[in-house]
């Protein structure tokens, strides 16, 4: 998709050096291109899983006509827009599959990735059928997995993103936590049990903010705007265990627009 967006600029010389008064407004007045290509890599949380209304051309991949990339380009028309982000994805499908339309004039890159790499679906299953001291296991190896093997995973995808695409300012989106504690559910997993994956959340949330941080990206942390807004609460942004199965434990249309659109304009 091929947009061309035009910015007003006002003339700012007289603020550059310091004079306190502005330009008068004839001196002001002008016109210049800015130049955007918008590439949105990642998982299912960039795909739009959950938040319906796909692109039956993404077949698996699950691509949102309102997920958060498809909102930022709709708001912000850049000169091109390649959304190549796919449900299920890990650092290495990042890598082997989805960086093919960055380049040296690509100027933002968006990437939610990590989830799937520490076995996010697996600790959920878990957690769902195997009752409380099941799910603290399996939560404990996914954070054992963060601390041993995925910085090096996101440091191979972010250095090959930063390889591909020199000149692009990076955004790095992290994941919700899941549940509201003392919340409305009567029903489902222990309480314990969803403190223990929320804290997972905020591990993973850690873990990927310093990697992000040391390749000099920014870090989206969609955390806040989700605080009241998860599951358990008066109005989730989150799918608890739904069907189909796939929308389980993400976030619905008002989540891709409330919480990560949200984080990704102001940052980008």
Known sequence: MRLRRWVTTAATAAL????????????????ATASTSYVALGDSYSSGAGAGSYDSASGDCRRSTVAYPVLWANANSPDSFDFVAC????????????????????????????????????TMQTCVLSG???CLAAVAAAEAYMDTTLPGQLDATYRAIRDRAPNAEVVVLGYPRLYQLNGSCLFGISEESRAAI???????????AKRAADFGFAYGDVRPAFTGHEICSGAPWLHSLTLPVGDSYHPTADGQRGGYYAVLESLA
């Open 16 to 31: 550059v050096i310091g004079v306190s008064a502005l330009a008068p407004a004839s001196a002001q007045q002008g016109t």
């Open 132 to 134: 409380t001291s099941a």
């Open 87 to 122: 449900a299920g994805a890990r650092t290495t499908d990042v890598i082997e599959d989805q960086l093919g339309p960055l380049d040296a004039d690509t100027s933002l890159v968006s990437v939610s990735i990590g989830g799937n790499d520490a076995g996010f679906g697996a």
């Open 198 to 208: 929320n804290g997972a959340a905020d591990h993973l949330g850690e873990v990927t």
